[in-house]
């Protein structure tokens, strides 16, 4: 036996006894039941080799081998950045991955400006002390002189934060670490894991991986992004890591960018990462590995084990357990994970080359990306909390000063240097500011709006008047013209009207989930596709991201697939095009019965619709929560989940796994829901209710008007035909007319 100790995210340690041969998941197990957690996959155990670099232990491996006879002391953290917190199921989770947030925040691995600082200061307070009370914490900022929000904090900051914290009055823990999550999530390093290397004329660099692809930074600067629908292949050779890029929309071939790190374990290292990312964020399930063969095979054969998000969601769904109890630390400081993992400085995997750490109870850097005048649930901060009139934000200040620079530069060098640097504070600016920034870019010729095309001007003239619009219909005729034109030009005006659309909060991109923003990338990428094999290709990302998606987000995904004949809503059917035009009705209708209306028609255009239809039918049903879809229990909606992977299963053992599940759920289903689901199991011919006896389609009939009776009479009447059809009936039609009158509520006599 050996004695492992794990640094907990809170600062404690956790020591337990395991065997020297045991697999990583033995102790991963131990450490996720210590902490009673379920929602384990965003985790996992992480160590340093010889030379300071961070790895993950392989929970499908064994940890001795892993470790090469180093201590047996490990870090728990978060390994997966969950891009849409609020989607987590258990607060437990949540809390955890705020605690992982906090030590980002001060480790300077996720930078954020002074506003930022002050209101996730505010909301920490919020979660560990509960709400403001000047009997017990004063009228100055004593209470809380000793917590550590950021590096090198002020006087100022911590003003601020008390100052915020009187407004969240009311706010639960679990409320404020919420809103907490929601503001960390929106900012520009959030779940960015960073790799030092040079690019290919050796310049340093830091490659950054992500839940969306691959990001590339120079000097703090994001130059280059690469999502993961854009990238066909990566790989590495010797210290060298290469990704093979999808042709874009005037090119005809594929390119490969290729990068130098530091070793051959570093690059295989970025490479697992890049792997184990796309693998967990992109698919449905993990990549089968391959038998060995007799052959000698060159390259690695690594590939990720665990359970993707989508599956995580799916089995996260299915936790049947009361809030676990849970003790918040109150901290008066942040827990010191030097002990075991942290070293004086980064060694080129968390960090900016060339920046040294802080003591961590001495550190954290600014937050960047949040409106600090609103909050999570959209309410605005009571005035007094807002930036006065002519008060300037640090990021505008700063952004001005390098303008006039670059109005007065006089060479081109110069002017190349601060229009980086505009970039830089643009990009990592409030929301509020960023608008602003753009528009100054655009009055000062200021790269890339120089030179401006004809499209470009036109867009610009719709934009003004999408701000000044007096009401929503002015504004949607706007935002369909911007539109227009974007669809229209050429691929660099269209990057740049994006980000125009997207600092003024033009539809679709106000209130944009981390999902959504993936969706529009795929779709723009899909628009601007040369052949139908790169089409195919973003419209399977598309069905990917719309089907992990919240449902809220999920019904503007499918229109925006309607409006742009994404398969497989390209060439509609005219029964389709009909259930179209019933859905907009029914979404457009402006009270319930006129609702009911629209959906006895698109039930009734559905029920008659061929089977392909019929499934497109059905998902925009559910997404638009249409009559029964709109108040489906979690069983419902497992349920229903299985009936359609029944109805598409190739061959018969797959259709007996899936009918065994469908019997299961509604074996444990509510009376109510079983009722519906025999209801939907007879329509679809899930055994045993395939290939029904005229005794059984008669039973059906008579109970089908049990339903509909509108008096006691006809339901006795009905009720007396059922039990004469039940008693001369076989044994086994006898088990499921039982099963249907209790499910229905049909008396006995």
């Known amino acids: 036996m050996v004695l492992c100790r794990v640094l907990l995210l809170d600062g404690t340690n956790y020591e337990t006894d395991i065997n020297k041969n045991a697999d990583g998941v033995v102790l991963f197990d131990n450490v996720c039941k210590s902490l009673n957690l379920l929602e384990k996959d965003y985790f996992g155990l992480s160590n340093k080799d010889a030379a300071g670099y961070k790895y993950w232990i392989n929970n499908e491996k064994k940890i001795a081998k892993q470790t090469k006879g180093g201590p047996w002391v490990f870090n728990f953290e978060v390994k997966f950045y969950p891009p849409d917190p609020s989607q987590l199921h258990e607060d437990i989770t949540r809390y955890l991955l705020c605690l992982q947030i906090r030590v980002d925040v001060l480790n300077g691995k996720l930078p954020c400006s002074f506003v930022t600082h002050a209101l996730l200061g505010s909301y920490t307070i919020q979660s560990e002390l509960g709400d403001y009370d000047p009997k017990e914490h004063g009228h100055g900022i004593e209470y809380i002189q000793g917590f550590f929000f950021a590096p090198n904090q002020t006087q100022e900051l911590l003003e601020k934060i008390a100052e915020l914290h009187r407004t969240h009055k009311g706010q639960t823990p679990e409320e404020a670490e919420l809103h907490y999550l929601e503001n960390a999530k929106k900012l520009a390093m959030y779940g960015v894991d960073l790799h030092q290397a040079k690019d290919s004329e050796g310049v340093d660099i830091m490659l950054g991986v992500c839940a969306s692809g691959l990001l590339v ?51 295989k290292r970025l490479w697992k990462t890049c792997v184990e990312h796309h693998t967990f964020f992109r698919l449905k399930e993990p ?66 080359p060339g920046e040294h750490r802080q003591d961590q109870r001495k550190v954290a850097t600014p937050l960047v990306g949040i409106d600090p ?196 809503y390209d060439k509609l059917s005219p029964d389709m095009e009909k259930f179209v035009h019933e859905l907009d009705a029914y979404k457009k209708a402006p009270n319930a019965k006129a609702k009911d209306g629209h959906t006895k028609n698109m039930h009734k255009i559905r029920d008659h619709a061929k089977p392909d239809d019929q499934e497109k039918m059905t998902e925009l049903m559910k997404a638009n929560r249409v009559p029964p879809y709109d108040k489906l229990s979690p069983d419902m909606e497992r349920f229903l989940d299985e009936l359609e992977d029944f109805k598409k299963a190739p061959t018969a053992e797959d259709k007996a796994r ?90 006995s006599i």
């Open 217 to 267: 930074y120079r000097d703090r600067l994001r130059i280059n992004r690469f999502p993961w629908p854009k990238i066909l292949k990566i790989s590495y050779k010797r210290n060298n890591f290469y990704i093979k890029v999808r042709p874009g929309e005037f090119e005809q071939f594929e390119s490969t960018v290729g990068f130098k790190l530091g070793n051959h374990k570093l690059a």
């Open 287 to 352: 990549e089968p590995t391959k038998n060995a063969t007799m052959f000698p095979r060159f390259g690695s054969r690594f590939r990720y084990t665990g359970r993707t998000q989508y599956q995580t969601r799916q089995t996260a769904a299915l936790i049947d357990r009361a809030p676990p109890n849970f003790e918040r630390s109150k901290r008066y400081s942040m827990p010191d994970r030097s002990r075991s993992m942290e070293d004086t400085r980064y060694k080129g995997d968390e960090r900016f």
């Open 373 to 568: 005048t609103q909050k999570p649930d959209g309410r605005r901060l009571p005035e007094d909390h807002r930036r006065r009139p002519g008060e300037r934000s640090p990021e505008m200040e700063r952004f001005l000063e390098e303008l006039e620079g670059f109005k007065r530069a006089p060479s081109q060098h110069e002017k190349d240097s601060h229009t980086g640097a505009m970039h830089k504070i643009k990009d990592h600016a409030p929301q509020e500011d960023k608008a602003e920034m753009l528009d100054l870019m655009i009055a000062n010729g200021v790269p890339p709006y120089n030179n401006l095309s004809k499209d470009m001007e036109k867009f610009l003239k719709e934009l003004e008047g999408f701000r000044k619009a007096p009401n929503a219909k002015a504004k949607d005729q706007h935002t369909k013209a911007m539109h227009k034109i974007k669809d229209g030009a050429d691929h660099e005006d269209q990057d740049k009207m994006i980000e125009l659309m997207k600092a003024n909060g033009v539809p679709p991109y106000d209130h944009m989930s981390p999902d959504m923003e993936q969706f529009l990338d795929e779709l723009e990428g899909y628009k601007r596709a040369p052949t139908q094999e790169g089409k195919n290709y973003h419209a399977a990302g598309m069905g990917n991201i719309k089907n992990r998606a919240a449902a809220e987000d999920r019904a503007k995904m499918l229109d925006l697939m309607i409006a742009n004949g994404v398969p497989p």
């Open 658 to 747: 899936h009918v065994a599940a469908l019997h299961d759920i509604k074996n444990k289903a509510t009376p109510e829901d079983k009722a519906q689901m025999l209801d939907h199991m007879i329509a679809a011919g899930v055994p045993p209710y395939d290939n029904l006896s005229p005794q059984m389609e008669k039973f059906l009939k008579e109970l089908d008007g049990f339903k509909n009776a509108t008096n006691p009479k006809a339901k006795n009447q009905h009720t007396g035909e059922m039990h004469k059809l039940k008693d001369g009936a076989t044994p086994d039609d006898q088990d499921k007319m039982v099963e249907l009158m209790k499910a229905n509520g049909v008396p």
